[in-house]
């Protein structure tokens, strides 16, 4: 079944950098649009960013700071965080880019201290 396993998330200072990983289970990766999603708390889940036919597209608030990166072979997607700041604190998901989102996995959680 379909399936997403994040990892990489930790406490990291502004400034700092971290590299996170999801594993997809379940669906045809090489052709599937993928996002990181974030979730900060007492807030919505939002999205972060998408990789789709060999392009990339992010929000405003992380455009040159983080860098969405897929490995076909693994099943795998990245997010490279750059320049991490407090405002990044959150839950990070990944999942196909598009609904339906049939399963949200654990997330992996990024606190940035100021």
């Known amino acids: 079944q379909v399936r997403f396993v994040e990892s990489g998330g930790g406490l990291v200072q502004a400034g700092g950098s971290l590299r996170l990983s999801c594993a997809a289970f379940?669906?045809?990766?090489?052709?599937?649009?993928m996002g990181w999603y974030r979730q900060a708390p007492g807030k919505q889940r939002e999205l972060v960013g998408i990789?789709?036919?060999?392009?990339?597209n992010y929000v405003d608030s992380v455009k040159g700071r983080f860098t969405i990166s897929r490995d076909n072979a693994k099943n795998t997607v990245y997010l490279q965080m750059n320049n991490l700041k407090p405002e990044d604190t959150a839950v990070y998901y990944c999942?196909?880019?598009?609904?339906?989102?049939?399963?949200w996995g654990q997330g992996t959680r990024v606190t940035v201290s100021s």
């Open positions: 999942n196909v880019a598009k609904p339906p989102y049939v399963y």
């Open positions: 379940g669906i045809i990766f090489s052709i599937t649009p």
């Open positions: 990789t789709s036919g060999g392009s990339t």
